[in-house]
C-alpha cells in the first residue's frame, strides 16, 4: 500500500534534492505508510539544522509543518514561511498549545509536525516533552528524524507509536539518538524528560526516607 504521509509540491521537490546535492550531503529512510507523524528533529544544535531539515524532507518528498515564533510571520516572510510549512506559535503565554496543535492534526488531511525537542540550539539538561505529549493525544507515529553531521547524513529512521510508558518509549529514541553527532556536539542536549527526571528524584527521596 502506497504511503499517505503529506506530499510536498514538484518544486519543493527541487528545492530540497538540490540543498542536498549543494551541501553534499545524503538522505536516508522513507516516511511511515501513515497519514499523520510527529518527526522528533534531532540533535539540534546549529542555524544549519533548518535548512538540511527541508532539505531532506522534501527530498523524500514530504510535505512536512514545523513550528515558528509567531513575530516572524510579518509580510513577505510570513508568505514565505508558511509556503514551507510553518506554523505560527505565541510562546509569550499559556496558549494550551499541545491540545490546539492536536486538535489541529486531528480535523487536518494530513500533518508531519517537525519538533525540536531540545527546543534550543544550546545544550539543554532535558528535553521537552511537547512532542511526546502531542503524538500520545493524537495518537499518531513518532519518526526519528536525524542530521549526523560526522557522516553527513540525513533523513528519517526507525518510527513506532508511544505506549505512554515514558521511560521505555525514551530508551528507544535514546539508543537511536544516543551515537549522532550534532554540528556542534559540545552543544547536544540530554536526551532524557524533565517528566524521567523528576520521577528519579522522586525515588531517590524516597529510599533515602526508608533508609
Same mark, same amino acid.
Not at 137 to 142: E, F, N
Given at each position: ?79 514565505? #514561511? /508558511?509556503? +514551507? ?5 505565541? =510562546? ?8 490546539? %496543535?492536536?486538535? @489541529? ?67 528507544? #529514541? /535514546?539508543? +537511536? ?5 550534532? =554540528? ?8 532524557? %524528560?524533565?517528566? @524521567? ?15
Amino acid at each position: 500500500m502506497a504511503s499517505q504521509a503529506p506530499k510536498c509540491s514538484a518544486f519543493a521537490h527541487f528545492f530540497g534534492k538540490l540543498v542536498i546535492r549543494l551541501s553534499g550531503w545524503k538522505v536516508t529512510g522513507e516516511a511511515p505508510d501513515a497519514r499523520d507523524m510527529m518527526i522528533v528533529a534531532a540533535p539540534h544544535t546549529s542555524n544549519w539544522d533548518a535548512i538540511l531539515l527541508l532539505g531532506a524532507a522534501y527530498t523524500l518528498n514530504l510535505r512536512i509543518n514545523w513550528l515558528v515564533k509567531n513575530n516572524l510571520f510579518v509580510p513577505v516572510l510570513g508568505s514565505i #514561511l /508558511r509556503y +514551507f510549512g510553518g506554523v505560527p506559535v505565541e =510562546r509569550s503565554r499559556n496558549t494550551n498549545m499541545v491540545q490546539r %496543535l492536536v486538535d @489541529e492534526i486531528s480535523n487536518g488531511t494530513g500533518t508531519a509536525l517537525v519538533v525540536p525537542p531540545a527546543g534550543t540550539r544550546g545544550y539543554t539538561d532535558h528535553w521537552k516533552s511537547g512532542f511526546y505529549r502531542i503524538a500520545l493525544a493524537a495518537d499518531i507515529p513518532v519518526v526519528c528524524g536525524f542530521l549526523d553531521y560526522d557522516k553527513k547524513i540525513a533523513g528519517l529512521g526507525p518510527s513506532f507509536r508511544l505506549t505512554g510508558n515514558v521511560t521505555e518509549d525514551m530508551d528507544r #529514541l /535514546r539508543a +537511536f539518538y544516543e551515537p549522532i553527532t550534532g =554540528r556542534y556536539p559540545a552543544l547536544k542536549s540530554r536526551i532524557v %524528560l524533565r517528566e @524521567e527526571l523528576e520521577e528519579l528524584e522522586g525515588q531517590e527521596s524516597r529510599d533515602a526516607d526508608k533508609s
